[in-house]
T-cell receptor, first 112, second 115 residues
Framework: NAGVTQTPKFRVLKTGQSMTLLCAQD?????MYWYRQDPGMGLRLIHY???????AKGEVPDGYNVSRLKKQNFLLGLESAAPSQTSVYFC???????????FGPGTRLTVL | GNSVTQMEGPVTLSEEAFLTINCTYT??????LFWYVQYPGEGLQLLLK?????DKGSNKGFEATYRKETTSFHLEKGSVQVSDSAVYFC??????????????FGQGTELSVKP
């Protein structure tokens, strides 16, 4: 099992550009999450999904969109990147009855 | 709302020293409590957890006890090693069936262990 994988690992964008981060999990988990990690602020939840075709807002959703067209994939989109979105992004997943989340290795995004 | 507060870092210790990282929480209901660890350049991994009051979670020599009366879940290790250098996150899970168990994290505490 690969667990949770994220693509890409690093990316540099210019202000106003768009991009999509891909998260994939092979554990058949129902729940998937996108977090951002910023110094001194821990991890903050951006969006999450409780199943294929469903998404919901987390703590800091503004400027991001998500889609969960397949159970194993959760995409995070930035339509018009801003320097404030410079961060490390983590995807996580868990099953319906568990409370332990499994994390991907992260994507380091820099917006100039 | 629910929240988690950790002691600020960085914490610097010598090898074989005793470690305590304080964590307190505010929550309604009875959340599960977790410690996650993040080694340099990696994602978070679960270190230990406790699901009810007075439970003790333990792993790799680390321990934490779920104290409902003091709303705390302090992380301890009797003798740290250089390989324990990492960032440690305390978190709570407010698992609501069919609504997605969300983790609420503390700000993280960086631990540096010197030989």
């Amino acid at each position: 099992n690969a667990g949770v994988t994220q693509t890409p690992k690093f990316r540099v964008l210019k202000t106003g550009q768009s991009m999509t981060l891909l998260c994939a999990q092979d554990m058949n988990h129902e729940y998937m999450y996108w977090y951002r990690q910023d110094p001194g602020m821990g991890l903050r939840l951006i969006h999450y999904s409780v199943g294929e075709g469903t998404t919901a807002k987390g703590e800091v959703p503004d400027g991001y969109n998500v889609s969960r067209l397949k159970k194993q994939n959760f995409l995070l989109g930035l339509e018009s990147a801003a320097p404030s979105q410079t961060s490390v992004y983590f995807c996580a997943s868990t099953s319906l009855t568990a409370d332990t989340q499994y994390f991907g290795p992260g994507t380091r995004l820099t917006v100039l | 709302g629910n929240s988690v507060t950790q002691m600020e870092g960085p914490v610097t210790l010598s090898e074989e020293a005793f470690l305590t990282i304080n964590c307190t929480y505010t929550a309604t209901g009875y959340p599960s409590l977790f410690w996650y660890v993040q080694y340099p350049g990696e994602g978070l991994q679960l270190l230990l957890k406790a699901t009810k009051a007075d439970d003790k979670g333990s792993n790799k020599g680390f321990e934490a006890t779920y104290r409902k009366e003091t709303t705390s879940f302090h992380l301890e290790k009797g003798s740290v090693q250089v390989s324990d250098s990492a960032v440690y996150f305390c978190a709570l899970s407010d698992l609501i069936y069919n609504q997605g168990g969300k983790l609420i994290f503390g700000q993280g505490t960086e631990l540096s262990v010197k030989p």
